[in-house]
């Protein structure tokens, strides 16, 4: 069966300080990954998607980066936090199939910059 | 730009009634549609989908109605139970299986 980690649960940085959240997949070959956003009382915002090794596509300008050197692994960066990146970060993954697809998603970050 | 929309952040309704959530889109590219359930601190569990070639799609107390020519689609849970208790979130599929989320509804379930 597929399972997807995301970690670490929780993570309090100071502004100007780096960042890298991974997440990885199991069971799975050539899945499409995605980074989503949740601000406090929003919704669910695409940040960036990868359909491979190498090809992301980011959705918003923003203060993030994303890469994915392995075929089941999405790295969410930045270089400087910024107050405003707080949030709850997710992984999600899918394989598309002719009848649709489902994305499933790991069990989040929790950001605070302070 | 807003594509998909939930214009009810919040709905309660007394257990064993029906739920109705409902959630419209604007591209009309969207061809698959997806209904995802969230507690506080986890992520989103997928719960159920419909294709556009579809208009009603039924797994156990949960329907979720797809009206094309009105760009519109609705989840009902029936009958409600205080589990349910969570943000719903409707989704839409467009390009490159990229998943565009609405911003949630939170159903409260009281007995």
């Known amino acids: 069966s597929q399972t997807i980690h995301q970690w670490p649960a929780t993570l309090v940085q100071p502004v100007g300080s780096p960042l890298s959240l991974e997440c990885t997949v199991e069971g799975t070959s050539n899945p499409n990954l995605y980074w989503y956003r949740q601000a406090a009382g929003r919704g669910l915002q695409l940040l960036f998607y990868?359909?491979?090794?190498?090809?992301i596509s980011s959705e918003v300008p923003q203060n993030l980066s994303a890469s994915r050197p392995q075929d089941r692994q999405f790295i969410l960066s930045s270089k400087k936090l910024l107050l405003s990146d707080s949030g709850f970060y997710l992984c999600?993954?899918?394989?598309?199939?002719?009848?649709?697809?489902?994305?499933?998603f790991g069990q989040g970050t929790r950001l605070t910059v302070v | 730009d807003q594509q998909v929309k939930q214009n009810s952040p919040s709905l309660s309704v007394q257990e064993g009634r029906i739920s109705i959530l409902n959630c419209d889109y604007t591209?009309?590219?969207?061809?698959?549609f997806l209904w995802y359930k969230k507690y506080p601190a986890e992520g989103p569990t997928f719960l159920i989908s419909?294709?556009?070639?579809?208009d009603k799609n039924e797994d156990g107390r949960f329907t979720v109605f797809l009206n094309k020519s009105a760009k519109h689609l609705s989840l009902h849970i029936v009958p409600s139970q205080p589990g349910d208790s969570a943000v719903y979130f409707c989704a839409a599929k467009g390009a490159a299986s990229k998943l565009t989320f609405g911003t949630g509804t939170r159903l409260q379930v009281t007995l």
């Open positions: 990868s359909v491979g090794i190498g090809q």
């Open positions: 419909i294709s556009s070639i579809k």
């Open positions: 591209n009309s590219m969207f061809d698959y």
């Open positions: 999600a993954w899918s394989v598309p199939t002719p009848l649709g697809t489902e994305a499933f």
